[in-house]
């Protein structure tokens, strides 16, 4: 069993706070991946995690057990860094002996049984005997993650450690990690600015802002029901079309539609409202009206930015009778997945269905 429970973590270097209130808990063999902009607070919320960053206030629980104050060791957490932090005199034999042979009371054939099993599970058996910078990106970051799994710790954490890769090995890596998290049980903690790790990785998101924690959930509730403007933009790609009407007795009106909605909510005079490309089709009896700025083709569908008045969107397409910059289309929206934010708050009114 491993858990692990943030409750009101909050850090402040001097007078200035940089992570506030964060409320988490990551299950026993979850998956949980932080994702936000540079500079959000994803590093040093790891950090206080692992210990490596003291935790202004607020408490941190492993398996139920406080450990807000304890020294990194007593954590049983293993952490994987960007730059991987190997030993460059080392092999990467010794590279993932050296914690065992320092920190615990292993035998020799008990630590050299370990890495075995890792190395084998990570496919560098071979390159046991080399030293760092012997090996490539891909291989040096399969050691410093051997060097997490040999120590069997409860929770593995992980802080961008694909972003040095380029982005056919990143690809792998990523499948790699998946297959690891499930055929070992692990516990992960994965920190990436990244959305599309975010997506594929995670069996839940935690989306942060600004040293906030905005949302929370599995990726796909995250994608299809974001709770703000925020989330709705960061996820996906291309982003999510975020459309200024005014809602008027359970009509919205724009300068280039109208549509009656028949919503729950009562909505305020200003609203967005928020559409992914794959919920607006080109059709020439849609309800509203645009204009081609660009078609790119990508391969097996086509892009097609339209201009609404002053707003834009991206629109998806099939790449034959796309059509072409300049012409005049008509869209219809998918209105049982829209969604309607408070222009002024960013915050979802309605999550569409
Ligand atoms: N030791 C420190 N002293 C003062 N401010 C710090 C320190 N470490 C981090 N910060 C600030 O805290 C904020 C959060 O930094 P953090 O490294 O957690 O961001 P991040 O989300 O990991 O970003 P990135 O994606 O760029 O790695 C930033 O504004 C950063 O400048
Ligand atoms: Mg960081």
Redesign the pocket.
């Known amino acids: 069993m491993a858990t692990v429970q943030l409750n009101n973590v909050c850090k402040s ?1 001097g007078d ?1 706070q ?1 992570v506030h209130d964060i409320n988490l808990t990551i299950e026993d063999r979850e998956f949980m991946v932080m994702v ?10 790891l950090r206080m995690i692992a210990g490596l960053e003291e935790i202004t206030s607020g408490q941190l629980l492993i398996d139920g057990k406080d450990v807000t104050d304890a020294e990194p060791q007593k954590r049983d957490i293993a952490m994987v860094f960007q730059s991987y932090a190997l030993y460059p005199h080392m092999t990467a034999y010794r590279n993932m002996a050296f914690g065992l042979l320092k920190t615990t009371k292993l035998s020799k054939a008990e630590i050299d049984a370990r890495i075995r099993e890792a190395a084998e599970i990570l496919s560098i058996t071979d390159l046991l005997d080399r030293r760092p910078k012997e090996l490539s990106g891909g291989e040096r970051q399969r050691v410093a993650i051997g060097r997490a799994l040999v120590r069997q710790p409860k929770v593995f954490l992980f802080d ?1 450690p694909l972003s040095n890769l380029d982005a056919k090995l990143r690809n792998r890596m990523r499948g790699e990690l998946k297959r690891l998290h499930s055929e070992l049980g692990l516990t992960v903690i994965y ?1 990436t ?1 990244d959305q599309i790790e975010a997506m594929t990785l995670g069996t839940r998101v935690a989306m ?1 802002s600004k ?1 906030h924690l905005q949302q929370v959930g599995a990726p796909m509730d995250i994608y299809m029901k974001p709770t703000n403007t925020f989330v709705a933009t960061f996820i996906g790609s291309p982003e999510m079309a975020l459309i200024p009407c005014r809602a008027d007795a359970g009509r919205l009106g724009h300068g280039a539609f109208t549509q009656d909605l028949s919503l729950s909510a009562s909505l305020p005079r200003d609203v967005l409202i928020g559409l992914r490309p794959e919920e607006v089709t080109l059709s020439p009896t849609g309800m509203a009206r645009a204009r081609v700025e660009r078609c790119e083709l990508i391969g097996a569908e086509a892009l097609v930015e339209v201009s609404l008045g002053a707003d834009r969107m991206v629109v998806k397409s099939p790449v034959l009778g796309a059509p072409a910059a300049g012409e005049e289309v008509g869209l219809d929206f998918d209105l049982d997945r829209m969604r309607v934010f408070d222009r002024d708050t960013g915050r979802a009114l309605h999550i569409g269905a």
């Open positions: 270097y200035r940089t936000g902009p540079s500079g959000c607070g994803k590093s040093t919320t961008e920190v600015h942060m040293g």
